[in-house]
């Protein structure tokens, strides 16, 4: 029986490791150590033990290291790795844990070695440290957010308990008129007419009698010392939430911007009859405490070196979160397709025996496309060639398929800008859909011309 072809060594100079919350299993190769050496060490998670870690590596001459992404374990060992010169590759954890027999610390970590050693294994995604930075405090800001919504639930079922039905009465408990009358209430006022002087005058939901009346509740002690509790929650969210917006500011300042090589392929060209770059949409500050207070837009326009808040249903905040996401650099990805493939916005592609098991979209969990599944609904009631393209899509696929489509849409034309720095040019509605007409028609006259039939033109009646 001839022997198994061995694989060829991609990186001879490859680590792996096997990261836990107590220790960590390396792994390194055999010809790197002493003969009587064993060739795998565990360390401890402490700051000395990393560093104690990182010096054996370099010892062994280690230049690149496999490792799995779990939890939040990995990132002080990556940022020592990155620090010391040793290029970082983080795996997937899905892509491993069919492997069977191979279910100890100490057998991962040999298996990672010898994979990557073979250069079998795709490191995931992960944006340069200032990206990183970034990335960090745009997470916490929405943590903060989701606190702050917990908080605001808070208030409007104390004021439920109550039968003071506020939450009906104006759009949002948090907005202007909410927080003016819940405050009032908390000072002591009871008095619903003197509450409704408290509205602001955009608050139209209600008229002032229906507001009036819904203002009358039995005030129980119990329930408005909760009130109070949840009102002073939300306040200091609302601080840490400005404050985290006043550190961002400031990390963005240090953004360093790529420098990338232009891709050489052209960029695509816009269709005849594309209209001029939309009109720039005035900076209107969001909620109190919670929304941007200030305009961030030329900033950003600065780093991203285009404006995508031009890009319809994408605002600052939507670029700020797609930014700290993706970073910059688009040749990170292949092609479009690769980089929709990363998002989760391309079909499945189960084939077996030719026969295709099954095309839907496989689960990922990635904010930019949270995002930009997000905003579909928005861009799909606009009169833009989106909107147009998302109401095909949702008689065709349902609510989901649509917004999964546009969302694609979207995807390409981040990608598309931020490649080529090149503004974005919106295409008239109308255009777009006598193009979809010309294209359906030819195909509609192909297929009566199979069938042996000719399309007659119905003449206008009148």
């Known amino acids: 029986m001839r022997p198994a072809a061995k694989l060829p060594v991609i990186n001879p100079h490859a680590a792996g490791i096997d990261i836990g919350s107590v220790e960590h299993w390396v792994c390194v190769p055999e010809d790197a150590v002493l003969e009587r050496e064993s060739n795998v060490r565990a360390f401890g998670a402490f700051t000395r033990d990393l560093d104690q870690l990182v010096e054996w590596l370099q010892e062994c001459g280690v230049k690149t290291v496999a490792m799995e992404s779990t939890g939040v374990f990995w990132i002080a060992l990556a940022q020592k790795l990155e620090a010391a010169g040793i290029e970082v590759v983080l795996v997937n954890a899905k892509h491993l844990k069919y492997v069977p027999g191979r279910k100890t610390d100490l057998k991962d970590c040999q298996w990672l070695q010898q994979l990557h050693s073979y250069g079998l294994l795709n490191g995931s995604f992960r944006p340069t440290q200032d990206i990183c930075a970034l990335r960090s405090l745009m997470r916490h800001r929405e943590n903060l957010g989701h606190s702050a919504g917990r908080a605001v639930q808070h208030m409007q079922q104390a004021l439920q308990q109550m039968n003071v039905h506020l939450h009906h009465a104006v759009s949002d408990l948090d907005g202007q008129t909410g927080l003016r009358i819940v405050d009032a209430i908390l000072a002591g006022q009871r008095d619903p007419k003197k509450l409704v002087e408290l509205r602001d005058e955009?608050?139209?939901?209600?008229?002032?009698e229906e507001l009036e009346a819904a203002l009358v509740g039995d005030w129980r002690a119990e329930h408005l010392f909760v009130l109070k509790q949840a009102r002073e929650t939300y306040q200091h969210l609302a601080d840490q939430i400005q404050g985290c917006d006043r550190e961002i500011e400031r990390t963005l300042a240090l953004v360093v911007i790529?420098?990338?090589?232009?891709?050489?392929?052209?960029?695509?060209k816009n269709p005849p009859g594309a209209e001029k770059p939309?009109?720039?949409?005035a900076?209107?500050?969001?909620?109190?405490?919670?929304?941007?207070?200030?305009?961030?837009?030329?900033?950003l326009q600065r780093i991203c070196g285009v404006d995508l808040t031009q890009i319809i249903g994408l605002n600052v905040l939507g670029v700020l979160i797609i930014l700290s996401e993706i970073g910059l650099d688009m040749s990170r990805w292949r092609s479009v397709k690769a980089f929709?493939?990363?998002?989760?916005?391309?079909?499945?592609n189960k084939i077996s025996g030719g026969k295709v098991?099954?095309?839907?979209t496989p689960p990922v969990v990635n904010r930019v496309a949270i995002?930009?599944?997000a905003v579909a609904p928005a861009v799909g009631r606009s009169d833009t060639w989106l909107g147009s393209f998302h109401r095909r899509m949702r008689a065709r696929l349902g609510p989901a398929g649509a917004n999964t489509a546009t969302a694609r849409k979207l995807a390409v034309l981040i990608y598309h800008l931020l490649k080529y720095k090149e503004d974005y040019i919106d295409v008239d509605r109308l255009i777009y859909e006598e193009k979809?007409?010309?294209i359906r028609l030819s195909r509609v006259t192909k297929q009566a011309a199979e069938l042996g039939y000719e399309l007659v033109k119905r003449p206008m009646a009148g």
Do not use: N
């Open 283 to 299: 900076f209107k500050p969001g909620k109190a405490g919670t929304g941007l207070q200030k305009d961030l837009g030329p900033e």
């Open 258 to 268: 790529p420098e990338v090589t232009p891709p050489q392929e052209p960029a695509p």
């Open 202 to 208: 955009k608050c139209h939901k209600t008229t002032p």
């Open 278 to 281: 939309r009109k720039k949409k």
């Open 357 to 360: 098991l099954s095309s839907r």
């Open 340 to 348: 929709c493939s990363w998002l989760g916005l391309c079909p499945g």
């Open 436 to 438: 979809l007409h010309r």
């Open 371 to 373: 995002l930009l599944r």
